[in-house]
């Protein structure tokens, strides 16, 4: 009995080196990706805010995002000797921080790095919560689900708020089953931290936690049992301690606001930490005005309500999917009673997002990414381990591993705009915005357009803050909606489909297809002078 402690300890010591091994990889894949791309549109202002943090002591310049993924965007570059140039526009801020070329590349590069970190909290809490499901193995195999998730490797690598959410989040909800299960002043206050660290990384938290946490017990209340067997002593002391993570995640909360005391601007109060209230007000603000938004060849202010589904179904790797479902199916049957949990997570944060009016990406839901890895991760150690038994079964979830890993080898370094096999060649018909064209490929642009020779592109960007940045870039010529120019053409795709180049009614680009894609964001023409018929059937355009 000895010696098989000692050979099990042996092995799942190797199958953590495996799981590490695994993340050094999709940390490799990150920083390589990174170098291809400008900022995306919202890198800039993230970066601003973080150097303000930083450098001034202040958290003023935009509240409507806690500061704590700004603060690991901004701090490389600060270490490195960037400060803030005292902008009160935080986009503004965050150009003049990244400067020109080269400059710009350095500094986008280390701030990008900063990011890293959050990306492995994320995997260590995948590790985590499929280890105490299925052991060590299944541990493995959920991390090798998360690093070959497009969206994972994608956020992983970019300066916003989105990877911290994903790992906080996941982060507090691990840490409350482990606390409810266990209720103990030492648990709590390690659910305290979490928690805590979740409110700083994303306002999403406070109501995806929630929103998860009735899931599970909806769930096994159907089941007929609670969410967790207490014995009445235990359930006192789960009361008891509640206290005790509130109050570490609170001064948690206060810390990352440095302490602050002030008006929240509702009702005259004055409290700790009040950018974290007025930053949740901005927020409440905004949602019910909602986003501009587009899916499936529509355009709504106030969003969809099946968009989340939609992009979760497109941007999802099909292997993931495939064994996900498979994996819910059996959990639904009785046969999986671990899954109800990360299906319980993943459903309660969907649900959530399903009511926003702000739907402008699949990086809203980023924490599913990991209850998904979890769910399909431990299933498939489950079918492997037991290939003997069922070897249909196992050659089945074999063939969908591969299928998963290949099509992330494939989407490199196109993590962002990553479709599945479902969407096809032109997934502007379906999504855009951050989803696919976040402004990320004007570097893309401008190095193909020096190739040959162009001195000037007719562009109307998404996101034009680069081509400042780099004094090689060509000029960008003003463009008309209906009518194409001669030369050079440039579409971005959120500009096309979401703003619409700012007019109504049709424009130009809805009647040709372009025969050149630079990345996956922006369409590219080149049209001899005089044109004929390309805008037929265009108000305005030539018959």
Not at 511 to 521: H, L, T
Request: glycine share 10%; hydrophobic share 50%; with cysteine.
């Amino acid at each position: 009995m000895a010696v098989f402690r000692t050979s099990q300890k042996s092995t799942d010591s190797w199958l953590v080196v495996a799981a590490l091994f695994l993340m050094g990889i999709a940390t490799a894949r990150i920083v390589r990706a990174s170098t291809v791309f400008n900022a995306t549109l919202d890198e800039p202002w993230h970066l601003g805010c973080g150097m303000e943090w930083l450098d001034r002591g202040r958290y003023t310049e935009d509240a409507e995002q806690p500061p704590l993924a700004r603060i690991f965007g901004a701090l490389l570059p600060y270490l490195a000797g960037e400060r803030s140039h005292g902008n009160s526009l935080p986009w503004i801020e965050g150009d003049a921080i990244l400067g020109k070329r080269p400059h710009y590349d350095r500094v986008l590069q280390l701030g990008r790095i900063g990011i890293l970190p959050l990306f492995w909290v994320a995997g260590a809490l995948v590790f985590l919560w499929a280890h105490d499901h299925g052991g060590a193995f299944a541990g493995l195999m959920a991390v090798a689900m998360f690093t070959a998730t497009p969206a994972m490797l994608a956020h992983g690598g970019v300066i916003t708020t989105d990877m911290a959410g994903t790992g906080f989040v996941t982060a507090a909800f691990y840490y409350s089953m482990r606390w409810w299960r266990k209720p103990a002043h030492r648990s709590a206050v390690v659910f305290g931290v979490a928690l805590g660290l979740a409110a700083v990384s994303k306002f999403s938290a406070l109501v995806f936690l929630p929103a998860s946490w009735l899931a599970v017990s909806i769930v096994r209340g159907l089941q007929g049992r609670c969410v967790v067997q207490l014995r009445p002593q235990s359930s006192g002391r789960a009361l008891r301690t509640v206290p005790v993570a509130l109050g570490v995640a609170v001064v948690l909360v206060w810390a990352a606001y440095r302490f602050s005391f002030g008006h929240v601007g509702i009702l005259g109060l004055r409290l700790p930490a009040p950018r974290f209230f007025i930053g949740l007000k901005m927020l409440w603000e905004h949602n019910l005005r909602g986003h501009a938004a587009y899916l499936l060849g529509r355009r709504s202010q106030f969003g969809f309500w099946y968009y989340f589904p939609t992009v979760l179904a497109v941007k999802t790797p099909l292997g993931m999917i495939a064994l996900a479902s498979w994996a819910a199916y059996r959990a639904c049957r009785g046969l999986l009673a671990w899954a109800v949990t990360p299906l319980a997570f993943c459903a309660g944060i969907l649900l959530v997002c399903m009511m926003s009016r702000i739907d402008i990406g699949v990086r809203h839901i980023l924490p599913v990414y990991c209850g998904l890895s979890v769910l399909s991760g431990a299933f498939a150690a489950d079918a492997l381990s037991a290939a003997k038994r069922r070897p249909i079964a196992a050659a089945g979830v074999a063939a969908l591993l591969v299928w998963d890993f290949t099509a992330s080898g494939l989407a490199h370094p196109d993590y962002l705009a990553y479709t599945n096999e479902l969407v096809g060649t032109e997934p502007e018909k379906i999504l855009a915005d951050s989803d696919l064209d976040w402004g990320q490929d004007m570097k893309r642009l401008g190095a193909y357009l020096r190739t040959t020779g162009a001195t000037g592109v007719t562009f109307m960007p998404f996101d034009g803050s680069f081509a400042d940045a780099d004094p090689s870039f060509p000029r960008i010529l003003p463009m008309d909606p209906q009518h194409p120019a001669p030369g050079w053409n440039a579409v971005s795709i959120s500009a096309w489909k979401v703003k619409r180049f700012g007019v109504s009614g049709p424009v130009w680009p809805d009647a040709e297809k372009a025969p050149i894609r630079i990345g996956r964001g922006i369409l590219l023409w080149r049209f001899p002078s005089p044109m004929s018929g390309i805008t037929a059937g265009l108000p305005g355009g030539r018959p």
